[in-house]
């Protein structure tokens, strides 16, 4: 069961997500965070002692939002297929057509807006970006190491450079998303990603045989 304490946190955090997703972290004051989550100043203080404790918070509950909705995207995905590019690019479908059911332009990546002002948060937030886009690798990596063992790929490639692409790829895809207001822009990145695996990896050309 949610708790108050755990709701007014909440609010806090989605509210403060939205605005720095708007105008960057140095750009948001606390003041503009208590207005949108409708929370007292003392409100804020009983959950964070400040911004930088905020940020970290903020930057775990993004990483860990993400992680959820790939490994709920990828359970799907296991159940529509066995064999392991298949269902990497399965993934990637589903991806696309969750973005395409979104309503408004996706808001953008709280740890890619982060990084460009690196210099305003403290070592332990740094860390904690680090361990998301590792996160994200390694999520990645995991499938693509599969894939490796089962089809032999065209070029020589690296499986951490490929797990690592997925990453630029929605990054690059959300900034082209935000910047034509289109998240088909955001799709059509994701595809190419997709199309690009498929060139790589020859389903002809099994290591099984």
């Known amino acids: ?7 007014s946190r ?3 955090l989605t509210a403060a997500e939205a605005i720095i997703l708007e105008k960057g972290y140095t750009g948001t004051n606390i003041d503009e965070i208590l207005d949108k989550a409708a929370i007292t100043k003392g409100g804020f203080f009983y959950h964070f002692n400040g911004k930088g404790e905020m940020a970290r918070a903020l930057v775990e509950r993004y990483i860990e939002h993400d992680m959820t ?7 799907r995905t296991d159940k529509l297929s066995e064999d392991p590019l298949q ?11 969750m973005v395409s059911g979104m309503s408004a332009t996706h808001p953008g990546c709280l740890v890619a807006a982060f990084t460009y002002e690196m210099q305003q948060f403290d070592e332990d937030v740094r860390k904690r970006m680090l361990f998301g886009v590792m996160e994200w690798r390694r999520f990645m990596a995991e499938r693509l190491q599969l894939v490796m063992e089962r089809y032999k790929p065209r070029i020589n490639v690296s499986v951490d450079v490929l797990a690592d692409m997925f990453t630029s790829t929605l990054e690059g895809g959300i900034i082209l998303a935000r910047v034509l207001d289109n998240n088909q822009a955001l799709i ?8 690009h695996l498929r060139l790589v990896f020859d389903p002809s050309v099994s290591l099984d045989k």
């Not at 069961?1 to 709701?7: E, G, H, K």
């Open 69 to 75: 909705v790939f490994t709920e995207l990828l359970e």
């Open 87 to 97: 269902r990497v690019l399965i993934f990637l479908n589903l991806f696309s057509e």
């Open 10 to 12: 909440e609010r806090i």
């Open 1 to 7: 069961m949610t708790t108050r304490a755990n709701s």
């Open 188 to 195: 059509d990145q994701v595809q190419a990603y997709r199309s």
